[in-house]
């Protein structure tokens, strides 16, 4: 690697690291997202309990050394539930994002690559679609696919492809028209080597900075179906499920839906605040101040 590609690598790392001290949101995000990284990670070096062992004398418990955020129905640790369910909620995340983005990407670099007919014709689809409510739209697919967890993962993700195919178009629609570009194309370059190796990564920031977003977002849209039942179903460690069956205890035993519904929005939160200071870093507009 030569020197010159070194020195510019290192003001970028540096600008970077700087602008994340200078946001102490973003500082808080990436903490976030580092402790539900760990606890994805190595759940069984963090729970007390079995997730799943049914314990009946000490059904419904306080909060307590024994058991830090209490117990369920059966007499479940609800704290090792919720340290358990961090797999499933925010894997669902991951995945949502995983799929949508890399669809919507390869949709919308090829619509802006190809242009004409085929390129209306795909917005109008993603038109159609981002016209009905992505709430209201989840839960029909979620509903006619059947309830489980992979079902509304799916569901999910088929609803957030028409952000990342219009996000990419738009880029794709800007960077067509530059010179190496052209120059790609008038050499015999295929559609598949300039979305490859052109329109590809130059849209990465943008995406980024969507799919870091739309975490939280997924996290959040997951977790509403399995508290409606769509998602997520017993005896599945879920934190979305776990707020929905708590609900029935909610005046007596709020601890049940307390904690995990906590966890929800700590998860969203982080992803959230990381989002928005990676957008503000990634901002050309912020990079020039």
């Given at each position: 690697?030569?020197?010159?590609?070194?020195?510019?690598?290192?003001?970028?790392?540096?600008?970077?690291?700087?602008?994340?001290?200078?946001?102490p949101?973003?500082i808080?995000?990436?903490?976030?997202?580092?402790?539900i990284?760990?606890?994805?990670?190595?759940?069984?070096?963090?729970?007390?309990?079995?997730?799943?062992?049914?314990?009946i004398?000490?059904?419904?418990?306080?909060?307590?050394w024994?058991?830090?955020?209490g117990?369920?129905?059966?007499?479940?640790?609800?704290?090792?539930?919720?340290?358990h369910?961090?797999?499933?909620?925010?894997g669902?995340?991951?995945?949502?994002?995983?799929?949508?983005?890399?669809?919507?990407?390869?949709?919308?670099a090829?619509?802006?690559?190809?242009?004409?007919?085929?390129?209306?014709a795909?917005?109008?689809?993603?038109?159609?679609v981002?016209?009905?409510?992505?709430?209201v739209?989840?839960?029909?697919?979620?509903?006619?696919?059947?309830?489980s967890?992979?079902?509304?993962?799916?569901?999910?993700?088929?609803?957030?492809?028409?952000?990342?195919v219009?996000?990419?178009?738009?880029?794709?629609?800007?960077l067509?028209?530059?010179?190496?570009?052209?120059?790609?194309?008038?050499?015999?370059?295929?559609?598949?080597?300039?979305?490859?190796?052109h329109?590809?990564?130059?849209?990465?920031?943008?995406?980024?900075?969507?799919a870091?977003?739309d975490?939280?977002?997924?996290?959040?849209?997951?977790?509403?179906l399995?508290f409606?039942?769509?998602?997520?179903?017993?005896?599945?460690?879920?934190?979305?499920?776990?707020?929905?069956?708590?609900?029935?205890?909610?005046?007596?035993?709020?601890?049940?839906?307390?904690?995990?519904g906590?966890?929800?929005l700590?998860?969203?939160?982080?992803?959230?605040l990381?989002?928005?200071?990676?957008r503000?870093?990634l901002?050309?507009?912020?990079?020039g101040?």
């Open positions: 690697m030569s020197e010159a590609r070194i020195g510019r690598r290192r003001p970028a790392r540096s600008y970077f690291w700087w602008r994340v001290r200078q946001s949101l973003m808080v995000g990436l903490a976030i997202i580092a402790a990284v760990i606890i994805v990670a190595v759940p069984q070096l963090l729970a007390t309990h079995d997730p799943n062992a049914v314990d004398r000490m059904r419904l418990a306080a909060p307590g024994t058991h830090f955020f117990t369920d129905e059966v007499g479940r640790d609800i704290y090792s539930r919720v340290i369910g961090a797999r499933q909620s925010v669902v995340g991951f995945f949502i994002v995983l799929i949508a983005g890399t669809s919507g990407v390869l949709i919308g090829f619509s802006g690559i190809v242009g004409g007919r085929t390129d209306t795909i917005m109008r689809i993603m038109d159609v981002l016209s009905v409510p992505s709430l739209l989840t839960i029909a697919l979620a509903a006619a696919l059947g309830p967890l992979f079902n509304a993962m799916l569901a999910i993700a088929l609803v957030r492809i028409p952000f990342y219009r996000l990419t178009r738009g880029q794709t629609l800007s067509r028209e530059i010179g190496y570009v052209q120059a790609a194309r008038s050499f015999g370059a295929s559609r598949w080597h300039l979305i490859r190796w329109v590809g990564p130059n849209t990465l920031s943008p995406i980024i900075v969507q870091t977003l975490l939280g977002a997924a996290i959040l849209m997951a977790s509403a399995s409606i039942g769509l998602g997520a179903q017993q005896p599945t460690a879920e934190w979305g499920a776990m707020v929905a069956t708590g609900r029935t205890y909610i005046f007596d035993q709020w601890w049940y839906s307390a904690f995990p906590f966890a929800i700590v998860a969203a939160s982080g992803f959230n990381f989002g928005d200071g990676l503000d870093i901002d050309p507009k912020e990079r101040r």
